[in-house]
């Protein structure tokens, strides 16, 4: 039996991971997976992708783009969520900031750098005339992090996946100023090179099982129910974010996507300069 170890972050992207598990359909081709969140989000998972701690990771595109290229010895394998991500622009409840222009000079949290709330930031300063040279970072760990730091002051703002925060808008715990979608597919799945060398059938395996229930995962009946209990959200909430999201359905990760994407990178500051994009791919069905 082949044992790999992949990670993502707890939220409702990664519940076909969860229900495939379940099912133990990975078993059933001898196949030993074992899933790992990391709350820590993209920059803990390139971080644990370096130390050999995970195989295979679902991660933030730009993210794992940035670190590949300084030198993540893993591959980008596929898309796994085709549609952006919409990155809610959080304040406090008590916070003096009430428009996304006023936090020009505010500083952010990031959960670590090179994560999606630290890029992000950056395409959002970018896409508000910013100058990005000129932004604050304070490093927060996590969600709860964000939490922390904006309710007691130690930093004005925070970016973080706009469902996944709705209830903390509800609650008041937050204020969301308005949302920053991701100008490319938002989640890929990337694996160690190692890994590619010595497993590349058990790892084709696994995608190949993953991809069939994302096919139809949102026909799953009362999977909007579902997803809302179990991450605590509104109904119509969940029924909002299946309306936008859409998973791959198994399509080859493809040169060109990459290189398009780099090159948005590079003009949103995210990256100094692209690399050929046959470094950062390998296509597992060619």
């Known amino acids: 039996m082949t044992n790999l170890k992949v990670g993502g972050v707890p939220e409702h992207f990664n519940y076909p991971w969860y229900t495939t598990l379940k099912n133990k359909e990975y078993t059933k ?3 030993n997976l074992r899933w790992q969140d990391f709350p820590g989000g993209t920059g803990a998972m390139c971080k644990a992708l370096r130390a050999g701690e995970v195989d295979i990771a679902i991660v933030l595109t730009e993210g794992i783009i940035k ?8 591959k980008i394998t596929q898309t796994f969520v085709k549609s952006p991500l919409i990155w809610g622009i959080h304040v406090g409840k008590k916070s003096s900031f009430k428009k996304i222009e006023d936090l020009k000079n505010a500083t952010v949290a990031i959960s670590r750098f090179g994560s999606g709330s630290h890029l992000m930031a950056i395409v959002n300063a970018h896409n508000n005339g910013w100058d990005i040279d000129q932004l604050k970072f304070k490093v927060v760990g996590d969600l709860q992090g964000g939490i922390d730091a904006l ?4 930093a004005d703002y925070f970016m973080w996946e706009h469902f996944t925060t709705k209830p903390l808008v509800d609650n008041q715990t937050f204020r969301r100023l308005g949302d920053c979608p991701t100008p490319w597919p938002c989640f890929v799945v990337a694996v160690r ?3 590619l060398e010595h497993h590349f059938e058990a790892v ?5 099982t993953i991809n069939t229930c994302t096919a ?3 026909e799953t009946p009362n999977i909007d129910k579902t997803l809302a209990i179990r991450y605590e959200q509104q109904l119509e909430d969940i029924q909002e974010w299946l309306s936008i999201t859409q998973w791959n359905d198994g399509e080859p990760i493809s040169e060109d ?3 398009n994407i780099q090159n948005k990178m590079v003009g ?3 990256i100094d300069s692209t690399i050929d994009s046959s470094e950062l791919i390998r296509n597992m069905y060619i």
Do not use: A, M, R, Y
């Open 29 to 31: 081709q001898d196949i």
């Open 268 to 270: 949103f500051s995210v």
């Open 204 to 208: 084709q395996k696994v995608l190949k």
């Open 216 to 218: 139809d995962f949102k």
């Open 151 to 154: 309710t007691n002051g130690t």
């Open 67 to 74: 670190d590949i290229i300084n030198g993540n010895p893993s």
């Open 193 to 195: 090179n190692e890994v």
């Open 257 to 259: 996507l990459i290189t």
